[in-house]
């Protein structure tokens, strides 16, 4: 099974937040970042695009966090590169 992969940063966020593991961020791309999960969390993306809810401050910390980390991989990508 392959893993899930998505460029959505909320749903990425959504998806750590109940519990899936992000398995690696692709920055190879920095215009189009990619997170990668384990196969299983793409049985809570209809979930997700339903509206389903969350602990709002998990899911706003989730996303600030995830957005860190994207500075600093495309950083590194951008350095690594150059």
């Known amino acids: 099974m392959?893993?899930?992969r998505t460029a959505d940063t909320w749903l990425a966020a959504f998806l750590i937040v109940n519990?899936?593991?992000?398995l690696d961020v692709d920055v190879s791309n920095?215009?189009?970042v990619v997170?990668?999960?384990e196969?299983?969390?793409i049985k809570m993306v209809?979930?997700?695009y339903n509206g389903a809810q969350v602990v709002a401050l998990k899911f706003a910390r989730q996303i600030r966090r995830l957005k860190e980390?994207?500075?600093e991989r495309i950083?590194?990508?951008?350095t690594t590169n150059s």
């Open 2 to 4: 392959n893993n899930y």
């Open 19 to 22: 519990e899936y593991e992000l």
């Open 30 to 32: 920095p215009r189009c």
């Open 35 to 37: 997170f990668v999960f």
């Open 39 to 41: 196969p299983h969390a």
């Open 46 to 48: 209809r979930p997700y």
């Open 69 to 71: 980390e994207l500075y």
């Open 75 to 78: 950083g590194e990508n951008d």
